[in-house]
Nanobody, 115 residues
């Protein structure tokens, strides 16, 4: 059983920054592709950023140049650095871990961008 716990969400003004963390347990972290997704009420969950086992990253067009995903396998943690935040970034952000046979989700952390 794999458990993922997100943290770091909160209320921030437009143009501000937040860093989200996702801590994993119950697995060898280095064997999973990791991703951050977000979902606003009434909307579909969408991929924000992903980082593969080999370190390759990709981002949604809406966050390119503003968000950075990284991982620290020794700490079993993946991060999402969010800069230049916009109100449209407001959502619940979820951590995802994917192997060849399993797909796991965290409980989500709320990010609200508002003045």
């Amino acid at each position: 059983q794999v458990q993922l716990v997100e943290s770091g969400g909160g209320l921030v003004q437009p143009g501000g920054s937040l860093r989200l963390s996702c801590a994993g347990s119950g697995t060898i972290f280095s064997i999973y592709d990791m991703g951050w997704y977000r979902q606003a009420p009434g909307e579909t969950r969408e991929l924000v950023a992903a980082i593969r086992v080999g370190g390759r990253t990709n981002y949604a067009d809406s966050v390119k140049g503003r968000f950075t995903i990284s991982r620290d396998n020794a700490k079993n943690t993946v991060y999402l650095q969010m800069n230049s935040l916009k109100p449209e970034d407001t959502a619940v952000y979820f951590c995802n871990a994917r192997s060849t046979i399993r797909n796991y989700w965290g409980q989500g952390t709320q990010v609200t961008v508002s003045s």
